[in-house]
């Protein structure tokens, strides 16, 4: 695992956040995109660990308007359990790490400090020369699970 801290969030990439799944029991993940990119772009499929994806817009498409309620969702989507670790999930790894230092700054206040880590190269990956995702890294490039929703 090679992680990468930026400010108070690490920054893993998506091989090390599979392999986190899979060995530690305490760890969620959290794919912060759009309902669109979900249905459109396709879902990671976490079956083969016996775990499941807490799905949660971080903002609605079209407009990308932030959604007042996240910090809410995510809690009410965790059923109350508070894991170790909670993983975030985008696109390309921007809106995750905005989303995980949210959620971070949100438990540490109620007490409850998680450790919140982003999933740098999102599910698609960063942009190429070309100006197109899926070509350079993500965790679909990457060969690791995923269904169409």
Do not use: Y
């Amino acid at each position: 695992m090679n992680p990468r801290v930026v400010s108070d969030i690490l920054n893993i990439s998506p091989q090390d956040a599979w392999e986190l799944l899979k060995n530690e029991t305490s760890c969620k993940f959290i794919d912060v995109r759009t309902r669109a990119e979900w249905g459109f772009v396709g879902v990671p499929d976490l079956r083969d660990l016996n775990q499941e994806t807490i799905f949660v817009e971080w903002a609605s498409f079209p407009s990308m308007s932030a959604n007042p309620h996240f910090g809410e969702q995510v809690l009410e989507a965790l059923n109350g359990e508070i894991p170790d670790k909670l993983l975030f999930l985008c696109r390309s790894g921007v809106r995750s790490l905005h989303a995980a230092r949210a959620v971070a700054d949100l438990l540490s206040g109620c007490g409850k400090p998680v450790q919140c880590i982003n999933v740098a190269e999102g599910f698609e990956g960063d942009l190429n020369a070309e100006g197109q995702r899926g070509q350079l890294n993500g965790w679909k490039l990457r060969g690791l699970a995923w269904r169409q929703s």
